[in-house]
């Protein structure tokens, strides 16, 4: 496959050899916890790369408003779940629950299987009520910052984390953890 | 929840994802991608180029017009390679075809061809309309047309005209063209017979150049308006840890469209991508479908499913323990194909297509983990 790749290195950069450094430093500071939100959210570590790629692609596009951003993070972290769901539309996959998430790293045992459990039972939730639990128990929202993250309303997200929260505590994944 | 769930849950949570080790920051590739994204987003500074370059075709007076400027020129009718139209789009060369797309000895199957790679296998179906992108910027489409119509409109500017092409022994009235991807293009259809859409949606395709060897392509593939897609073909079918597997494939709007199906007890799961469809002489396309199985969530397998030339007699799999396996060959509409799976948490280390003697034709290790990629051997 050829692609025309030779275009892009002729498209002006979008900002200036300052603006270039700083979103640098901005891209460096941030994907590592890009990169894990974007796992917690596909269960698969390449997936996750690729979106935090295209979150910060996104961000570059529009570094000026970013970095003017009163929260540039709560910038970055909507354009992340946008990528994600964007992707997840156009893959045009037909996914079904118990597909296998990557097991993050190695550990002891029990470790790794405590966070394998919880990443499949995630993983079967669907992408909102998922979202919902990342944003809240592992970057300690509020309901107003998740709402504003989801483009939704605070009720939507407690309703939302309520049955998300319903379904962790009846999965079998995590119930087949606790008599390990 | 109660407060002691509440902070297990984030316990866990902190643990799981605070553990994973992310790879240094792509910098170059995220600025890259950000161009790529701008490119788009500014009217694709190719696409543009393209759609001036067809403007200047539909207003310019016949004695003026260029050779290589216009983005859209048609071919004579009825050339004998099946070509019905060609031209110059984002500094490169392009061409439509209809060829027969089979292996050698199995009945004929006409497909749309880009630069003779990435097939779109077409029906006699007036009305259906196909699109195709191979990078950001510019898509290339064709639309089939009824015997009435001699000329198809590209949003309102750009006329292309209708090119009768035999193929398989049935004609296809087809028109085609680039076009920017910058915007939805439309298609109206002058002298359309009653009862024909007065304007044909191009159906929209996105390129976003992938970032590794494990992220789903989605350049080559043709998207149809049309379903006219074949009954699907079981590749191949086994047991893996107790629940019947199988991997299926269907030509669709898509491409050939992938099914990996497990059925354990009492349940059943399926994962699925569609790739492009590829010619005998162009890259082949390997695809990787990811699935959990039924009943076992701790343990998965992995399908992949790869679309051979006719000179590949074999399909070895390198697997990431070294032990080796043949995958299984199967034909479906004239196309050859080649299947397997690989069981948690043995993956796929490397691909090598073997000839009929058994030497070695080729050889690759930048294998996909989800959706495909593209190989030439």
Redesign the interface.
């Known amino acids: 496959m050829t692609e025309p790749r030779d275009e892009l290195a002729a498209v002006p950069d979008v900002i200036d050899a300052d603006g270039r450094e700083d979103f640098s430093a901005f891209a460096a500071a941030r994907w590592p916890g890009l990169v894990r939100l974007a796992f917690g959210l596909t269960g698969d570590r390449g997936l996750a790369e690729d979106i935090a790629q295209i979150a910060l692609a996104r961000a570059y596009v529009a570094w000026r408003r970013v970095s003017r951003a009163n929260d540039p993070d709560a910038y970055l972290r909507r354009i992340l779940i946008n990528a994600s769901n964007r992707r997840f539309r156009r893959r045009r996959v037909t996914e079904q629950p118990g597909d296998p998430p990557d097991t993050p790293v190695d550990g002891p045992a029990d470790l790794v299987g405590e966070r394998a459990a919880l990443l499949t039972a995630l993983h079967q939730l669907p992408p909102r009520q998922r979202a919902v639990i990342v944003l809240r128990y592992w970057q300690d929202l509020t309901d107003a910052q998740i709402a504003a993250t989801l483009g939704c309303s605070p009720g939507t997200v407690r309703s939302q984390l309520s049955r998300a929260l319903a379904k962790l505590r009846e999965s079998p994944v995590l119930g087949e953890g606790e008599d390990r | ?1 109660t407060a002691t ?1 509440d902070r297990e ?2 316990r ?12 240094p ?3 170059e ?11 788009r ?1 500014a009217g694709a ?2 696409g543009i180029l393209a759609l001036a370059a067809i403007a200047v075709v539909a207003l310019a007076p016949p004695g003026s017009r260029q050779p290589a400027v216009p983005a859209t020129a048609p071919a004579a009718p009825a050339s004998p390679d099946g070509v019905f139209a060609q031209g110059r789009a ?3 060369a392009w061409r439509l075809a209809v060829q027969d797309i089979a292996d050698p000895g199995y009945p004929c199957q006409p497909a749309v061809v880009l630069n003779g ?2 097939a779109d296998p077409v029906y006699p179906a007036p009305g259906n309309i196909a699109s195709v992108a ?5 898509g290339f489409g064709f639309v089939q047309l009824p015997a009435t119509a001699s000329r198809a409109v590209v949003n309102g500017q750009a006329s292309v005209p209708a090119v009768t092409v035999t193929a398989c022994g049935l004609p296809y009235r087809v028109a085609g063209f680039a076009y920017s991807l910058a915007r939805t293009a439309r298609v109206t259809v002058p002298n359309a017979p009653a009862g024909w859409p007065s304007v044909l949606p191009v159906p929209p395709v ?1 390129i ?5 060897a ?7 593939l043709w998207i149809n308006s049309y379903l006219t897609g074949t009954a699907p073909g079981v590749l191949d079918a086994g047991l893996v840890f107790g629940p019947d597997w199988s991997i299926q494939i269907q030509f669709g709007t ?1 491409g050939d469209c992938y ?1 990996l199906s497990a059925q354990g007890s009492g ?8 790739g492009p469809v590829s010619t005998p002489d162009g ?1 082949e396309t390997i695809m990787a479908l ?5 009943s076992n ?4 397998v992995t399908g992949y499913a790869v679309q051979v030339s006719p000179a590949t007699s074999q399909l070895k799999a390198t697997l990431s323990n070294g032990s080796t396996e043949l995958a299984a060959f199967c034909m479906v509409d004239g196309r050859r194909y080649a299947a397997f799976v690989v069981r ?1 948490p043995l993956r796929l280390s490397r691909l090598t297509w073997l000839d009929a003697r058994g030497r070695v034709i080729a050889s690759t290790t930048a294998l996909p ?3 495909y990629v ?1 190989f030439q051997p």
Request: some cysteine.
């Open positions: 929840m769930e849950l984030r866990t949570l902190h643990s799981t994802l605070g553990a994973v080790p992310p790879p920051v792509p910098i590739a995220i600025i890259r991608r950000g161009k790529g994204i701008r490119l987003r500074a190719v984002g500094g490169h790679t990435d191979l990078g950001p910027g510019v996105s976003e150049p992938p970032s590794s494990s992220t789903p392509e989605n350049a080559g898509g099914a349940s059943n799961a399926q994962m699925g991508y569609c890259p990811p699935l959990g199985i039924p969530h701790s343990t998965g948690d983990r989800f959706g593209q």
